[in-house]
Protein backbone atom coordinates (compact mmCIF):
# COMPACT_ATOMS: atom_id res chain seq x y z
CA UNK A 1 0.00 0.00 0.00
CA UNK A 2 1.61 3.21 -0.77
CA UNK A 3 0.64 6.64 1.41
CA UNK A 4 -0.02 9.96 0.26
CA UNK A 5 1.27 12.83 1.57
CA UNK A 6 -1.70 14.95 3.52
CA UNK A 7 -2.05 18.26 1.95
CA UNK A 8 -4.61 20.92 3.44
CA UNK A 9 -7.13 20.86 0.31
CA UNK A 10 -6.74 17.15 -0.19
CA UNK A 11 -4.03 14.81 -1.55
CA UNK A 12 -1.28 15.70 -2.82
CA UNK A 13 -0.61 14.74 -6.61
CA UNK A 14 1.46 16.00 -9.01
CA UNK A 15 -1.05 18.63 -10.31
CA UNK A 16 -1.71 19.84 -6.91
CA UNK A 17 1.93 20.13 -6.33
CA UNK A 18 2.19 22.70 -9.24
CA UNK A 19 -0.92 24.72 -8.55
CA UNK A 20 0.77 24.66 -4.99
CA UNK A 21 3.59 26.06 -6.16
CA UNK A 22 2.15 28.64 -8.41
CA UNK A 23 0.24 30.13 -5.48
CA UNK A 24 3.55 30.35 -2.90
CA UNK A 25 5.57 32.16 -6.00
CA UNK A 26 2.43 34.42 -6.31
CA UNK A 27 2.19 34.83 -2.43
CA UNK A 28 6.11 35.27 -1.93
CA UNK A 29 6.43 37.78 -4.60
CA UNK A 30 3.88 40.07 -3.15
CA UNK A 31 5.51 39.38 0.01
CA UNK A 32 8.94 40.22 -0.74
CA UNK A 33 7.62 43.59 -3.05
CA UNK A 34 4.84 45.19 -1.00
CA UNK A 35 7.13 47.57 1.04
CA UNK A 36 9.39 47.67 -2.72
CA UNK A 37 8.98 51.36 -4.48
CA UNK A 38 9.98 52.09 -7.98
CA UNK A 39 12.81 53.42 -7.58
CA UNK A 40 14.26 50.03 -5.99
CA UNK A 41 12.00 48.79 -8.66
CA UNK A 42 14.16 49.81 -11.02
CA UNK A 43 17.75 49.82 -9.63
CA UNK A 44 20.50 48.12 -10.90
CA UNK A 45 23.47 46.94 -9.18
CA UNK A 46 25.65 47.95 -12.17
CA UNK A 47 24.57 49.15 -15.40
CA UNK A 48 24.54 45.42 -16.84
CA UNK A 49 22.59 43.92 -14.49
CA UNK A 50 18.81 43.05 -14.42
CA UNK A 51 16.35 45.31 -12.01
CA UNK A 52 13.98 43.55 -10.28
CA UNK A 53 11.23 44.86 -12.90
CA UNK A 54 12.99 43.09 -15.67
CA UNK A 55 13.16 39.89 -13.80
CA UNK A 56 9.53 39.85 -12.95
CA UNK A 57 8.57 40.51 -16.33
CA UNK A 58 11.23 37.86 -17.39
CA UNK A 59 9.39 34.96 -14.82
CA UNK A 60 5.88 36.26 -16.18
CA UNK A 61 7.19 35.92 -20.19
CA UNK A 62 9.43 32.73 -19.38
CA UNK A 63 6.26 30.81 -17.97
CA UNK A 64 3.91 32.02 -20.92
CA UNK A 65 6.25 31.01 -23.28
CA UNK A 66 7.54 27.35 -22.00
CA UNK A 67 3.69 26.88 -20.26
CA UNK A 68 1.47 27.91 -24.03
CA UNK A 69 4.32 27.70 -27.07
CA UNK A 70 6.75 24.64 -26.14
CA UNK A 71 4.84 22.64 -23.23
CA UNK A 72 1.27 23.20 -25.55
CA UNK A 73 2.31 23.88 -28.59
CA UNK A 74 0.21 27.13 -29.26
CA UNK A 75 1.42 29.89 -30.91
CA UNK A 76 3.09 33.01 -29.68
CA UNK A 77 -0.12 34.72 -30.54
CA UNK A 78 -1.77 32.91 -28.26
CA UNK A 79 0.44 33.56 -24.82
CA UNK A 80 -0.89 35.33 -21.80
CA UNK A 81 1.08 38.72 -23.35
CA UNK A 82 -0.96 38.39 -26.46
CA UNK A 83 -3.96 37.46 -25.37
CA UNK A 84 -4.00 39.68 -22.17
CA UNK A 85 -4.01 42.75 -23.79
CA UNK A 86 0.17 43.47 -23.01
CA UNK A 87 1.23 43.87 -26.47
CA UNK A 88 -1.33 45.96 -27.36
CA UNK A 89 -0.86 48.25 -24.04
CA UNK A 90 2.98 48.07 -24.15
CA UNK A 91 3.38 48.46 -27.90
CA UNK A 92 5.93 46.13 -27.61
CA UNK A 93 6.58 42.59 -29.58
CA UNK A 94 9.21 40.60 -27.78
CA UNK A 95 8.94 37.81 -30.75
CA UNK A 96 12.40 36.90 -32.22
CA UNK A 97 14.54 38.40 -29.62
CA UNK A 98 16.67 36.52 -27.36
CA UNK A 99 17.64 33.27 -26.68
CA UNK A 100 15.85 31.04 -29.75
CA UNK A 101 13.76 33.66 -30.36
CA UNK A 102 11.25 33.16 -27.45
CA UNK A 103 11.70 36.80 -26.45
CA UNK A 104 12.60 36.19 -22.21
CA UNK A 105 15.32 38.15 -21.75
CA UNK A 106 17.61 35.39 -21.79
CA UNK A 107 20.68 36.19 -24.64
CA UNK A 108 18.59 39.81 -25.32
CA UNK A 109 21.58 42.66 -26.12
CA UNK A 110 22.03 45.78 -24.49
CA UNK A 111 19.85 47.23 -27.19
CA UNK A 112 16.69 44.67 -26.38
CA UNK A 113 17.01 44.99 -22.85
CA UNK A 114 16.28 48.82 -23.20
CA UNK A 115 13.30 48.44 -25.40
CA UNK A 116 11.33 45.91 -22.87
CA UNK A 117 8.62 48.45 -21.35
CA UNK A 118 8.87 49.67 -18.09
CA UNK A 119 6.12 47.94 -16.06
CA UNK A 120 5.09 49.53 -12.62
CA UNK A 121 4.66 46.89 -9.78
CA UNK A 122 0.87 46.58 -10.26
CA UNK A 123 1.10 46.19 -13.91
CA UNK A 124 4.12 43.48 -13.28
CA UNK A 125 1.98 41.45 -10.69
CA UNK A 126 -1.14 41.28 -12.93
CA UNK A 127 0.66 40.34 -15.99
CA UNK A 128 2.23 37.68 -13.75
CA UNK A 129 -1.06 37.09 -12.59
CA UNK A 130 -2.50 36.69 -16.11
CA UNK A 131 0.41 33.80 -16.86
CA UNK A 132 -0.09 31.69 -13.77
CA UNK A 133 -4.46 32.28 -14.13
CA UNK A 134 -4.17 30.47 -17.47
CA UNK A 135 -1.74 27.52 -16.02
CA UNK A 136 -3.51 27.08 -13.15
CA UNK A 137 -6.79 26.89 -15.59
CA UNK A 138 -5.24 24.37 -17.75
CA UNK A 139 -4.07 22.86 -14.69
CA UNK A 140 -7.53 21.87 -13.21
CA UNK A 141 -8.66 21.10 -16.48
CA UNK A 142 -6.08 18.39 -17.59
CA UNK A 143 -4.94 15.16 -16.40
CA UNK A 144 -1.74 13.57 -15.44
CA UNK A 145 -1.74 11.24 -17.98
CA UNK A 146 -1.97 14.16 -20.20
CA UNK A 147 0.96 15.97 -18.37
CA UNK A 148 3.43 12.97 -19.40
CA UNK A 149 2.77 13.51 -22.83
CA UNK A 150 5.65 15.00 -24.87
CA UNK A 151 6.20 19.06 -24.91
CA UNK A 152 5.59 20.35 -28.42
CA UNK A 153 8.91 22.32 -27.86
CA UNK A 154 12.59 20.63 -27.19
CA UNK A 155 11.82 17.95 -30.40
CA UNK A 156 9.59 16.53 -27.47
CA UNK A 157 12.57 15.30 -25.41
CA UNK A 158 10.63 16.76 -22.25
CA UNK A 159 7.29 16.21 -21.17
CA UNK A 160 4.77 19.15 -20.64
CA UNK A 161 5.37 18.53 -16.91
CA UNK A 162 8.78 18.88 -17.57
CA UNK A 163 8.57 22.09 -19.42
CA UNK A 164 6.07 23.82 -16.95
CA UNK A 165 8.42 22.88 -14.13
CA UNK A 166 11.52 24.16 -15.58
CA UNK A 167 9.71 27.17 -15.69
CA UNK A 168 8.29 27.61 -12.11
CA UNK A 169 12.05 25.99 -11.03
CA UNK A 170 13.38 28.94 -12.46
CA UNK A 171 11.42 31.33 -11.15
CA UNK A 172 12.32 29.70 -7.79
CA UNK A 173 15.61 30.93 -8.55
CA UNK A 174 14.88 34.20 -9.68
CA UNK A 175 12.71 34.91 -6.38
CA UNK A 176 15.92 34.51 -4.72
CA UNK A 177 17.95 37.04 -6.81
CA UNK A 178 14.90 39.50 -6.07
CA UNK A 179 15.38 39.20 -2.21
CA UNK A 180 18.94 39.77 -2.90
CA UNK A 181 18.59 42.96 -5.26
CA UNK A 182 16.20 43.99 -2.75
CA UNK A 183 18.93 43.74 0.18
CA UNK A 184 21.53 45.59 -1.88
CA UNK A 185 19.62 48.42 -2.54
CA UNK A 186 18.28 48.77 1.33
CA UNK A 187 21.87 48.68 1.71
CA UNK A 188 23.06 51.29 -0.81
CA UNK A 189 20.59 53.89 0.51
CA UNK A 190 21.79 53.79 4.43
Not at 47 to 71: C, K, Y
Not at 77 to 91: D, Q
Not at 129 to 140: M, P, Q, R
Not at 145 to 172: C, H, K, W
Request: hydrophobic share 40%; glycine share 6%.
Amino acid sequence: MTESLLFPHGELDGIAMLIDLLHDQQRRLKRYLEDVDETCLNWKVDPEANSISLILWHMGRLTDVFFNQLALGKTAEETSWFKCGWANRTSYDPRGRGRDGWGTLNEYTPKEIAEIPTLNKEELFNFIDDVYAGLEKYLNLTTMRSLTEPAAGFNGTFTRYQVIVMALMDNVRHLGEILLIKSLWQRSIK
